[in-house]
C-alpha cells in the first residue's frame, strides 16, 4: 500500500463507486472548492496493484501565517470494516499534514454509530465503537456528541428512508399516521412537486429570503445555491410543492358532477323507499361532500385570481 495524492479522476471515480460515500467526498465539491478559491487536497491510498481503496477531499485555511486549519467533511472515503486501512490511512495522513504545515485537523467520518427509529429511540448499536479507540490511539481527540446547529460542527443525525424494492404505495403506507394522511390530503387538494431548474431558482431564493426572516436563521447568499447548481450538477434537486389551478379546478368539477350524480340516485332510492334510513344518510353525507366540494372550487377560484395558473 502507499498513500498519495489523486487527481480529480481518480477520487471521483473511486468515490462514485462507494456506497458510503458522501456527497461532500465527491468531484463535483472538489471542484467548487477550487472554484471559490479554497486550498483543496486529494489524498488517497493505493495498492500494490495501483487502485485506490482509500480517498479523502481535504480542504484548508491559512492560520497565524505559517499555519493551516485542515477539515476532512464526512471523509475519508474508505472501506471502515477493513481496521488494518483505516489504521493506515490515519497515520500516513498524520504524516502528511504535518509536511503541509497543518495547526489542527477536524474530520467527522461519515460512519454510523447507532441507529435510531423515528422517535429517536435507540435500536441498536452499529459497532464501530472500536473506532473511537483507534483514533485516540492515533492522537486524535473526541469533541463528544454534541446536539443542535453549529456553523462550523456538522449535524449529528440524519434522517435515512430505505426506498430498495418499494413503491410509492409502500411507502406511504410505512408512514406514521399522521404523514400518512397529510399526505393523502394534499394529493386530493391538488397540490403535486416539480423540480426547479437553474433558471428558476429566484423562486426557491424568495421562499428562502421570507422563511429566514419569519424563523429568524442566517441564510446564504445566492452564489451559495447557484454554485451548487453548477458543479454539483444533477445531484442538486430543489423541489416545489404547487398547485395548477386550471387542473385542479376541473378536476373538482367533475368530482362534484359525481356527488350530483350520487345525490340524485339517493333521492330516487328515498322516492322508492321513503322509510329507508340508510338511503337519507347517505344522500346527507353526499351533499356535505358536495357542499366541502363547492367551498374548495370558490377558494381555487379566488386563489387564481389573485396568483394565477400556477
Not at 38 to 56: M, P, Y
Not at 184 to 209: A, C, D, Y
Not at 294 to 309: D, R, S
Request: proline share 3%; net charge neutral.
Amino acid at each position: 500500500m502507499k498513500f498519495t495524492n489523486l487527481t480529480a479522476t481518480e477520487f471521483g471515480t473511486f468515490a462514485d463507486k462507494m456506497e458510503n460515500s458522501h456527497f461532500t467526498q465527491m468531484v463535483g465539491n472538489y471542484e467548487l472548492k477550487i472554484a471559490e478559491g479554497t486550498e483543496t487536497h486529494l489524498v488517497g491510498v493505493k495498492n500494490n496493484n495501483n487502485e485506490v481503496i482509500a480517498a479523502c477531499l481535504l480542504t484548508a485555511v491559512p492560520v497565524m501565517k505559517f499555519f493551516k486549519y485542515f477539515y476532512s467533511n464526512r471523509g475519508p472515503v474508505i472501506d471502515f470494516d477493513n481496521k488494518e486501512l483505516v489504521h493506515y490511512f490515519f497515520n500516513e495522513l498524520n504524516k502528511y499534514l504535518k509536511k503541509h504545515n497543518a495547526l489542527y485537523f477536524r474530520v467527522d467520518p461519515y460512519l454510523p454509530y447507532q441507529y435510531r427509529n423515528h422517535d429517536g429511540d435507540i435500536l441498536s448499536n452499529a459497532g464501530n465503537d472500536w473506532f473511537f479507540d483507534k483514533m485516540k490511539a492515533l492522537g486524535y481527540k473526541h469533541q463528544g456528541f454534541v446536539t443542535g446547529f453549529d456553523p462550523i460542527i456538522q449535524i449529528r443525525f440524519h434522517s435515512v428512508l430505505d426506498l430498495q424494492d418499494k413503491t410509492a404505495k409502500d411507502v406511504l403506507n410505512n408512514m406514521d399516521s399522521l404523514r400518512k394522511r397529510n399526505t393523502k390530503k394534499v394529493q386530493k387538494n391538488g397540490v403535486k412537486v416539480r423540480f426547479l431548474t437553474e433558471e428558476e431558482l429566484p423562486i426557491f431564493r424568495s421562499f428562502m429570503e421570507d422563511t429566514s426572516e419569519s424563523k429568524d436563521f442566517h441564510d446564504r447568499d445566492d452564489s451559495f445555491y447557484i454554485n451548487r447548481f453548477k458543479y454539483y450538477k444533477d445531484r442538486v434537486l430543489v423541489p416545489l410543492a404547487y398547485i395548477d389551478f386550471v387542473e385542479y379546478i376541473d378536476e373538482l368539477k367533475a368530482e362534484g358532477e359525481v356527488l350530483t350524480k350520487d345525490i340524485n340516485k339517493a333521492i330516487k332510492d328515498i322516492e322508492k323507499r321513503p322509510d329507508n334510513k340508510k338511503s337519507h344518510n347517505k344522500k346527507e353525507n353526499l351533499e356535505k361532500q358536495l357542499q366541502t366540494n363547492e367551498q374548495k372550487i370558490a377558494e381555487a377560484e379566488a386563489l387564481k385570481a389573485k396568483h394565477g395558473n400556477e
